[in-house]
């Protein structure tokens, strides 16, 4: 996945398109580190912070 999938994907999942670029960035170099860290694959480590993303705005959008 490129960052520009990344940063459409992160608009999908709630998260405002004019930060979406530079959060897609972050999420990319973050999910590398966290794969080196962890010694798991890169697609893990960036699905598990997508959902991390995801749950963290569907809770904002609660209000909570």
């Not at 794969?35 to 993303?53: F, P, T």
Request: proline content about 2%.
């Amino acid at each position: 996945m490129d960052l520009a999938e990344l940063a459409s994907l992160l608009t999908t999942l709630g998260c405002p398109a004019d930060k979406s670029t530079e959060m897609a960035a972050q999420l990319d170099k973050r999910a590398r580190q966290l794969a080196q860290e962890k010694g798991r694959s890169y697609d893990d480590a960036l699905v598990h912070l997508l959902n991390l993303m995801k749950q963290g705005w569907a809770a904002k959008e609660k209000g909570a």
